[in-house]
């Protein structure tokens, strides 16, 4: 029974001002699917990057001992040669290519210089008898449903003689039975001798086709759970969350809330391009002065919701209804949506968020222009003082307001986002991920800012986290969203973090 | 610290803004050197100006093209179709400035063409224009089909290329108005840098010393009014620089101090966050495109007064040397970045090679080449000097 296919050993590694593995130890038997879970950010793709060689030797601490053989990956290519294959969430499948090109990508069968097709298409028709006997291989993959496109990853990763899989969330986007599909593929394999690590935040799935589950939580690996023991979800829930809750929220007055100020029914958000609901009939509200948690995993659907409220950017395919400040709106566009007293701090502050070759005075003034044009031109006077309030009551540490926000840090970066909705003084503040990725300090000085918001500018805030200690520590009322629709929703004084967990897994 | 390493640490600081001013300098000495002076003489100076005034207003434009991250291949045969339609009108003794307007309209609706399938249909800008830049050859070589060149016989339009501002009447052998203009660009530029520096004062921003300012001001103000004297030692300010200067002046304005600018910068420098921030990027793209049709159609206007006729071959390469002067000019491909004023210099770079070239005896073939090592030259200092500066 301690026949390891791979152990790794005290592995830990620090990111910039983060240690995002500290000693984790990770075995897996042959033959077994191992399951790997834990919140966002508890460093499972991390852990399992370092395993494919995309963090390489000696970027981190510790040993991996793969078949009994201490192992020195430089690269994911050289921990493919060894047997190890990782299928990411983000497919690296060639679109306009076939089934069988993309098998065979990058070892493609040759004879002589050339390649072979007739000999490609007849062993990736063999490679396929193994998962999904009946898929066309002439098919071009960008015609498949993301469930088969699972498959042709399997399938290629057959091919490079694998002997452990590494699966990271592949039943994330599919429906149930495309998901049912691929765990009875993954079981064939083992019954082939194929170990499997599969990370998954669907705890039913992972009971259900499990050996082993190893926990992680904050960097730290907190539970070894094997078959014979048992498992059962809650067990899982608890290891999953079990810390307590530091204190580093701001103490806050008790509150009275105001009128509904926002009321939405029966939305429903249809992305075209995926060709699937990422919002399936959302019914919530906000009252004045209320902060409202939207809670979930990754994927849940979250920032689809809010965007598909703030104007629609992505052009998805919208029906229900929506109510904001005593009127009925379908905004066409940010804009509309900004005009109508509606903000939405962006997730990703680099990506979406900010200019970045902007400095911080043009960064916070570009929301609301137009308040600032006197005749043709802008008053830069009247600009330069606004940005210095801004600079001083957020308390933005730049050199100068007229700095470039890409050499600011993460906390001040995420400062000078707010200070951009603040300056078009809205009545409802989305904010989305609003401490992902800033230290504690900054997060304290932003968690003080949200309470003054509402308490004395009579804001209403719809905060979206992955982080349920966040979620729990600032919201009065919660909403947990999964798989598109809303799950849940509980009192501040009823939530806990198993309590979200369970609706946030309940698929 | 003392005076020398003070403009030192200033020159190196700034090397990108000034490399270029720098750069023409270089060329305008080395062709004065090799044309024993007749480079900078009054009759080629002038000549210079009016030579680069169809390239230059397409540079403008194009310049805020790039830095939404698009292209205007189109801009060329549009101009020369242009052209021909005006002088066809002319011909007809259409009255001038009606002639004109419609030009300008057909120009806007153009550029607005071309920012519809940008915007709104999803064409990548250089499908989209390369085909308008097909079209629009084939249509200004149908047009001149029956006719061959179209001889312009109004000499009011035909001034427009050729001729120059009317002077005050005096009896120096200077072009007087042309000085008094010189003298009120330096006024306004003295006056609008000190205005400028003292506001960052009241802010306790960065500025210059006090004598480093001095030094400056009175430099350019040099550069400023050498220009203007020596423009007045000749026929005065044609009209072509003048327009040229005017379109500068007020594209400067629009896209440094009015919410359209900065818009227009913004979704250069992140369509993405701009959209989040309010603003609608398919209205910024048609106005981009639409204004670039507005100076298509005042180059293609410039260019046949100025050949007083209009030909089958008109504005062809126009985009490529607009694109190039831009690029000279220091925009950034990545979107963004760039300043008209500089597009404006990248013409007059390119015009000045041009000129001295010819001046000089340089084969059409050589001066090809040595144009394209020009461009190369340019962008490369200004990639090499803005990894350095972050």
């Known amino acids: 029974m301690s026949d390891y296919i791979l152990e790794m050993k005290d592995i830990t590694k620090d990111f910039p001002g983060v240690r995002a593995l500290d000693k984790v130890n990770l075995k897996v038997r042959r033959g077994e699917i191992h399951c790997l879970v834990g919140e966002n950010g508890s460093g499972k793709s991390t852990l399992m990057k370092i395993l494919s060689g995309f963090y390489p030797h000696g970027d981190f601490e510790g040993e991996i001992i793969f078949e009994g053989k201490p192992q020195k990956f430089r690269s994911i290519h050289d921990s493919e040669r060894v047997g190890i294959v990782t299928i990411y969430q983000e497919l690296a499948l060639i679109p306009e290519l076939t089934v069988y090109e993309n098998i065979f990508l990058g070892h493609e069968i040759k004879s002589g210089r050339l390649i072979d097709w007739n000999k490609t298409i007849a062993m990736a028709k063999q490679v396929l008898e193994k998962v999904k006997p009946d898929l066309d291989t002439s098919r071009k993959v960008k015609e498949l449903g993301v469930g088969h496109q699972q498959i042709v990853e399997i399938a290629k990763a057959l091919t490079k003689n ?218 830069e006077n009247e600009e330069i003082v606004l940005a210095e309030q801004f600079k001083d009551s957020l308390k933005i540490k730049t050199p100068s307001i007229e700095q470039k926000v890409l050499n600011l840090s993460g906390g001040n970066q995420q400062k000078v986002s707010i200070a951009k909705w603040l300056f078009v003084k809205p009545k409802l503040l989305i904010l989305d991920e609003p401490t992902r990725g800033i230290d504690v300090g900054a997060k304290y000085e932003i968690y003080t800012l949200m309470n003054k918001l509402v308490e004395e500018d009579g804001m209403s805030i719809i905060m979206v986290s992955s982080e349920l200690p966040e979620i729990l520590g600032m919201s009065d009322r919660i909403y947990v969203v999964s798989g598109g629709r809303i799950s849940g929703e509980l009192s501040r004084e009823e939530a806990t973090q198993e309590k979200i967990m369970t609706m946030a897994v309940d698929y | 610290m003392n005076f020398i390493q003070e403009l030192g640490v200033l020159l190196k600081k700034n090397i990108r803004e000034y490399g270029m001013y720098i750069a023409l300098a270089f060329i305008m000495i080395i062709f004065t050197i090799l044309t024993k002076g007749l480079f900078l003489s009054a009759r080629n100076i002038s000549n210079l100006f009016n030579q680069m005034g169809y390239i230059a207003v397409l540079a403008v434009g194009m310049t805020l093209v790039i830095v939404i991250r698009h292209i205007d291949l189109s801009v060329g045969s ?117 205005r400028t520096r003292n506001n960052k004062l009241k802010y306790n921003f960065e500025v210059l010393s006090m004598r480093m300012f ?175 500066a972050k």
């Not at chain 1, 029966?266 to 948690?293: F, Q, S």
């Not at chain 2, 149908?142 to 009317?166: K, S, W």
Request: charged fraction near 20%.
């Open chain 1, 162 to 379: 694998v002997k452990l899989l590494i699966l990271d969330e592949p039943t994330s986007s599919l429906n149930e039975g495309d998901s049912e599909n691929l765990l009875k593929i993954i079981k064939d394999l083992k019954k082939q001798g194929i170990t499997s690590i599969l990370i998954s935040h669907k705890l039913k799935e992972v009971v259900e086709v499990a050996d082993s589950i190893t926990i992680l939580r904050d960097g730290k690996m907190v539970a070894n759970l094997n078959k014979e023991d048992g498992f059962s979800e809650n067990e899982i829930i608890k290891y999953m969350v079990g810390r307590e809750i530091e204190d580093i929220y701001p103490k806050r007055k008790k509150r009275e809330f105001g009128e509904k100020i926002f009321d939405l029914k029966n939305w429903k958000a249809y992305d075209k391009t995926l060709g699937r609901y990422v919002v399936k009939n959302a019914n919530m509200y906000v009252k004045k002065g209320e902060i409202v948690g939207v809670a979930g995993l990754m994927g849940a659907g979250r920032t689809e919701l809010a965007l598909s409220l703030f104007g629609n950017p992505k052009n998805y395919a919208v029906e229900g209804e929506m109510y904001f400040d005593g009127k009925k709106f379908r905004f066409k566009h940010p804009g509309e949506a900004i005009k109508a007293g509606l903000a939405y701090l962006s997730e990703d502050r680099k990506g979406t968020g900010l200019i970045l070759d902007f400095d911080v005075k043009t960064n916070i003034t570009i929301t609301g222009l137009r308040q600032l044009v006197r005749g043709f031109f802008i008053n």
């Open chain 2, 214 to 388: 001095v030094l400056k001001e009175i430099f350019i103000s040099a550069i400023i009014f050498y220009i203007f004297w020596t423009l007045a030692s000749y026929n005065g300010i044609s009209w072509t620089f003048a327009i040229t200067l005017i379109i500068t002046l007020i594209y400067h304005l629009l896209t440094t101090r009015t919410a359209l600018g900065r818009h227009i910068y913004a979704v250069g420098g992140n369509p993405d966050a701009a959209q989040l921030s309010g603003i609608d990027v398919k209205k910024i793209t048609l106005f981009v495109f639409g204004s670039m049709g507005l100076l298509t159609a005042i180059s293609g206007i410039l260019y046949t007064s100025r050949l007083q006729s209009a030909t089958p071959d008109a504005g062809n390469l126009f985009e490529l040397d607009s694109i190039a002067a831009a690029y000279v000019g220091g925009v950034s491909a990545a979107g963004g970045v760039g300043k008209v004023i500089n597009s404006l210099i990248g013409a007059l770079v390119m015009a000045s090679l041009i000129n001295g070239m010819n001046l000089v005896g340089v084969g059409i073939s050589l001066q090809y080449i040595i144009r394209g090592a020009v461009l190369i030259a340019a962008v490369v200092f200004d990639i090499k000097t803005r990894s350095s």
């Open chain 2, 78 to 194: 549009v101009a020369g179709f242009l052209g021909a339609i005006a002088a066809a009108l002319l011909r007809n003794n259409f009255p001038l400035i009606p002639t004109i307007l419609i030009i300008a309209g057909l120009g806007i609706l153009i550029g607005l063409g071309n920012g519809f399938l940008i915007a709104n249909v999803g064409l990548p800008a250089f499908v989209a224009t390369l085909a308008g830049m097909m079209i629009f050859r084939g249509a200004l070589l149908v047009f001149t089909q029956g006719t061959g060149t179209i001889i312009i016989m109004n000499d009011t339009f035909n001034a427009i290329g050729n001729g120059y501002i009317p002077d005050i009447p005096n009896n120096t052998n200077y072009h007087l108005l042309t000085i008094i203009i010189g003298l009120v660009a330096v006024a306004f530029y003295i006056m609008s840098d000190v």
